[in-house]
């Protein structure tokens, strides 16, 4: 784009990088969803979904607070609690099958 390009802090903007209206992007995710036949949700269900992905991963508390952007790693924690509990319990269980496996192995 060159001289023509408008630098802005933006995350979302059109091709030559000029904000958007506060809606569009909500707008245009409704109509993909509508086009799909997708359930619709929000665009900031696609940050927990991150979260929670990042989590699953096996990814430590920190680098995923980070990577939310928050302050405090508290803040993570409170708020995603229940996912952090899920992948500690599978992975407890990933542990305790290792053991049943390599016990059966012996005998």
């Known amino acids: 784009m060159g001289d ?4 802005t802090d933006r995350l979302f903007i059109t091709e030559n990088g000029k904000p958007i209206g506060n809606s569009t992007p909500l ?5 993909f969803f509508e086009r799909a ?3 619709k949700v929000t665009i900031h269900s696609f940050r927990h979904l ?6 699953n991963a096996g990814v ?3 680098t995923v607070s980070a990577t939310l952007g928050h ?3 508290s803040a993570t924690l409170n708020i995603y ?6 992948a500690q319990a599978r992975a407890s269980e990933a542990v305790a099958n290792v053991l049943k496996f390599s016990d059966k192995k012996q005998a």
């Open 4 to 7: 023509r390009w408008i630098d």
């Open 27 to 31: 707008k245009r995710l409704d109509n």
């Open 37 to 39: 036949g997708l359930r």
């Open 50 to 55: 991150n979260a929670s992905l990042l989590i």
């Open 60 to 62: 430590d508390v920190k």
């Open 71 to 73: 302050s405090q790693v």
């Open 81 to 86: 609690a229940h996912t952090f509990a899920q």
